[in-house]
């Protein structure tokens, strides 16, 4: 059992993400906004288990988060898929690796991708009614994000992806000497 | 014949109780050259426990109250008539369900409450949720135990308001922050800073009056609207206990 929970341990962490989402902590805020808390979950499992699997679990983490938030209208999940491929091209051990803040600027341009993608769909929606031009100022809500984002994503990240890392190694089954 | 000599202590003035009525006199004098001020400062001293005070001032503000009270009732009972005469929609607030903010998102995008009420305390979507200040928003999901609210100021949210000093209808659109856009399709309509806005009476979806806001700034006329920003007057950010009002045709 313990061994499972070990190798399901990535997976298992996933079922924070929505609860924070939802738990909304106002003191971490700035004007009301949040860090973008699903990119700080899907950069390390992404980087860790690659681009196909940032896909599936990036669609996976839309999905549950556009359940948990109003309005049909619009969806995270294009905002997410990309951002998930995009990390799994990410190489753990890869030359451009400069440190934790690496993964601060990161997070933030996912950030800036994914809230601009929302953003736009908000804008062709409200076009029709020619009341477009009202929602402008609200591109404050995206530098607000994309600022906490990339503040907390050095922290969290390294943290998750040592994680990731550990119970990768747990779950393979047979370890090929490295030669 | 006999010197009849009068008893020296039987003058006027060995008389102590003529003294008396002398002083008492002079007292009287004193108070009528000074037009009752010392009566009225011993008065003054003498009367302070007995003064009107909280008590009576109490008593005072409760018969107002409940002059208000018997008025706002005589005129809820007038108003019910008059809208089931026009067939418009009404809210009973003995079917009001109070319910907790367990989950709350009043910033970004995504601008909703979750309630502690759910389909299973009878709940329904549509449903109109109001705070300490006025509404908040209207229930868009339910679940067997939980609500959301979209709330006002979400970019989803669209609402028709009534301004009352200048009798007119708008739009309440959200933009994803804290102060919510009128839009009036009326170049010429006089609204200013300060107007008070409230939920249409002739409204098909939310209960009648509900207060909203109030007109804080006026934007430039873009495509012959005119746009106002509102102040709400209930604060989702801190509001932790909230009524959900069962709209009934």
Redesign the interface.
Known sequence: MKRYFLKKLSLISLIFIPIIF???P?WI?I????PYWPLFWLLPWSMVFGSINGLILGLFLGLILDSL???G??TQIPGLILCGVWFGRIKINGPNLLGHFRYGLICSFGSFLC?TL??FQ?LVKTFPD??F???L??V??IL??VFLTGFFAPLICSKLLKLFKFSKDKSSIINFPKY | MLDIRRISSNRWWHNKKNWILFGIFLFLFFVRISKGTFYKDLYYFLSKPFWPGQFQKEVIVDSVDQESLIKLNLLKKDNKRLRELLSLKQSSENEAISAAVI????????R?L?LNKGSKDGVQIGSTVIGPGGLLGRI??TSLLTS?V?LLT???SKVGVWLDRVQINGLL?G????NP?L?IYSKDSDVQVGDFVSSSPASTLLPPNVPIGVVISLDEP??G?K?AQISLLAKP?AIDWVQILQVKS
């Not at chain 1, 004007?31 to 949040?34: D, E, H, N, R, Y």
């Not at chain 2, 989950?103 to 995504?110: A, C, E, F, I, P």
């Open positions: 939802l738990w909304h106002n805020g004007i009301g906004t949040q938030t109003l309005g209208s619009f809230g929302y953003f908000i020619g009341n031009l009202l929602y100022p609200s404050k809500n607000a994000e | 989950s709350r998102k009043t910033g970004s995008w995504w909703q979750i868009d999901n959301s979209i979400s970019p989803t659109v933009l994803g922050d804290d856009r839009i873009i495509q609207q746009t950010q």
